[in-house]
T-cell receptor, first 111, second 114 residues
């Protein structure tokens, strides 16, 4: 299972763009990269998933370089409600997929 | 989107009793479900992987006789904490795999053992 490394915490202000980078140096060929958001006392919420290059949806963008050894979650114009813990996970459906969570990044958005 | 529910959302029980937590995928069939435990200020810890119609696979250090998992159908998995003790108090979260790589998580169940 590919191990992930993220910054422990980040601070931002409302309206700013926030980029959270995740390192996954031993990512396997079949692995996808998935980001989740978790609020206190709630289950993680799926944000975005990608395999390579760039993926964008209504809430975020995911940038993955060609070597796939890292990925960056980009949150445009954050608000106070984006204060949460963000987890980067890598895994594949082949060979028995299971999701192992790292420590995550605690994002604190200030007014 | 894919929705996963858990019941109950919170439960308080006396030490020595057993507690069952249900996890349901509401709008899709999940061939695999996962159970996690999360202590305050910590990340999620995978407890076991549950495949429909077969025995669950437990992570190292998780007692299978303590945490009984049953995955009877493609939409339901249950976790039973047997003879619960105060140290079992935690936040239990299930997830279901949808379309291969994507996992969707339930809202969690807060267990407090007195």
């Amino acid at each position: 299972l590919a191990k992930t490394t993220q910054p422990i915490s980040m601070d931002s202000y409302e309206g700013q763009e926030v980029n959270i980078t995740c390192s996954h140096n031993n990512i396997a060929t079949n692995d996808y990269i998935t980001w989740y958001q978790q609020f206190p006392s709630q289950g993680p919420r799926f944000i975005i998933q990608g395999y390579k290059t760039k993926v964008t949806n209504e809430v975020a963008s995911l940038f993955i370089p060609a070597d796939r050894k890292s990925s960056t979650l980009s949150l445009p114009r954050v608000s106070l409600s984006d204060t949460a813990v963000y987890y980067c996970l890598v895994g594949s459906n082949t060979g028995g997929f299971k999701t192992i969570f790292g420590a995550g990044t605690r994002l604190f958005v200030k007014a | 989107g894919a929705v996963v529910s858990q019941h109950p959302s919170r439960v308080i029980c006396k030490s020595g009793t057993s507690v069952k937590i249900e996890c349901r995928s509401l709008d899709f069939q999940a061939t695999t479900m996962f159970w996690y435990r999360q202590f305050p200020k910590q990340s999620l810890m995978l407890m076991a992987t549950s495949n429909e119609g077969s025995k669950a696979t437990y992570e190292q250090g998780v007692e299978k006789d303590k945490f009984l998992i049953n995955h009877a159908s493609l939409t339901l998995s249950t976790l039973t904490v047997t003879s619960a003790h105060p140290e079992d108090s935690s936040f239990y979260i299930c997830s279901a795999r949808f379309r291969g790589e994507t996992q969707y998580f339930g809202p969690g169940t807060r267990l407090l053992v007195l």
